[in-house]
């Protein structure tokens, strides 16, 4: 037997409004609040448990934004690459420098705490 991500935990300063930027990027809808404030969201009509990982905004004191030991990456699922940007740039994604050359096929971009993340284009699945 072998284990799978059932969900992921992010520290931030604004669950709120972490939730509602992580909602509107990956379609996701809230599932739970917790008496201390941290909130899981995830696919809906599906929730914990499904094959998707649900992600917990976890209320923090001492958030540390910027490029994570872990980050995470997203495919657009309904337009190419560059549509996709407009529309995380539109729901306050920004775009962030970690070092790239700019030859990347990938954009690295920050949710509003500033944690990295990456909007990467579609890959073709082996024949």
Not at 52 to 71: A, E, M, V
Request: proline letters at 9%; aromatic letters at 4%.
């Amino acid at each position: 037997m072998a284990s799978r991500i059932s969900e992921l935990v992010l520290d931030c300063a604004d669950p709120e409004r972490l939730a509602a930027f992580w909602s509107d990027v990956l379609g996701y809808v809230e599932l739970d609040r917790e008496e201390d404030g941290s909130i899981e969201i995830g696919p809906p009509d599906v929730g914990f448990g499904g094959l998707q990982p649900t992600l917990i905004l976890s209320p923090s004191t001492d958030p540390k934004p910027g490029k994570l030991p872990l980050h995470i990456d997203v495919n657009a699922t309904d337009r190419d690459q560059e549509g996709e940007l407009e529309r995380l740039l539109a729901i306050g994604a920004r775009p962030a420098d970690v070092g790239q050359t700019g030859e990347e096929n990938w954009h690295v971009l920050q949710d509003p705490e500033g944690n990295v993340f990456c909007l990467l284009r579609k890959r073709l699945k082996p024949a």
